[in-house]
């Protein structure tokens, strides 16, 4: 059974920095192909994909809002995906939620794209 769950959420004010974690299940990092994606979905607001990565040659992407500010990477052998998160802002606020598209290494922001999802953690910027 794939199962992904978060970690690394909390409280931080502006400007400072956290790391969300992505362990992962029921699949092997080293072995199989997939894309791993960071989302985010701030209240009355729809789910965003954030960054993305895939095991094949370890592309990244990210999305335009935090590029140059947010890092994600991936250590096989904890099979486990994180974002590195620096200079946060108020807008940042939202519950982070990783996902899993196994059998592809297509990178995607979409949320459509995924299968497995993790249940979600809390990040709130203080302004």
């Known amino acids: 059974e794939v199962q992904l769950v978060e970690s690394g959420g909390g409280l931080v004010q502006t400007g400072g920095s956290l790391r969300l974690s992505c362990a992962a299940s029921?699949?092997?990092?080293?072995?199989?192909?997939?894309?791993i994606g960071w989302f985010r979905q701030a209240p009355g607001k729809e789910r965003e994909g954030v960054s993305c990565?895939?095991?094949?040659?370890?592309?990244?992407h990210y999305a335009d809002s935090v590029k140059g500010r947010f890092t994600i990477s991936s250590d096989k052998a904890k099979n486990t995906v994180y974002l590195q998160m620096n200079n946060l802002k108020p807008e940042d606020t939202a519950v982070y939620y990783c996902?899993?598209?196994?059998?592809?290494?297509?990178?995607?922001?979409?949320?459509?794209?995924?299968?497995?999802w993790g249940p979600g953690t809390q990040v709130t910027v203080s302004s």
């Open positions: 990565i895939n095991n094949s040659k370890g592309k990244t």
């Open positions: 029921g699949f092997t990092f080293a072995f199989d192909d997939y894309a």
């Open positions: 996902a899993a598209n196994l059998g592809s290494s297509i990178l995607s922001r979409s949320p459509v794209e995924y299968d497995y």
